[in-house]
């Protein structure tokens, strides 16, 4: 199993950018693709970036696409989420989750193949 704590939300203006962090526990962290989503009040819940177990595959959501980086340091054990441009649209709760799958297909994006999953952190955009 891998818990999962993410930090580095807040408030921001359009245009700022902000660094979220997806910090793992346990020592099978490089087993697991990391994946980042996101639930705006109201909305869906919806798939940001992804990243596999070595960090040298990454999968981005075409919302995020160009201004978003995800990265991983297994060495710390903690996955990045960079995210540039910011846009009130950006505004929702983002999740890290977990997943031991292939990284490869609808697995990459798909939230019902991830195992575990962070508490959240908000991250509020202004216009």
């Given at each position: ?112 193949h991830y195992d575990f999953w962070g508490q959240g952190t908000q991250v509020t955009v202004s216009?």
């Amino acid at each position: 199993q891998v818990q999962l704590v993410e930090s580095g939300g807040g408030l921001v203006q359009a245009e700022d950018s902000l660094r979220l962090s997806c910090a793992a526990s346990g020592r099978t962290f490089s087993s697991y693709n990391i994946a980042w989503f996101r639930q705006a009040p109201g909305k869906e819940r919806e798939f940001v970036a992804s990243i596999s177990r070595s960090g040298g595959s990454t999968y981005y959501g075409d919302s995020v696409k160009g201004r978003f980086t995800i990265s991983r340091d297994n060495a710390k054990n903690t996955v990045y989420l960079r995210m540039y441009s910011l846009k009130p649209e950006d505004t929702a709760v983002y999740y890290c989750a977990a997943g031991p799958f292939p990284f490869s297909g609808s697995y990459r994006y798909r939230a019902g193949h991830y195992d575990f999953w962070g508490q959240g952190t908000q991250v509020t955009v202004s216009s």
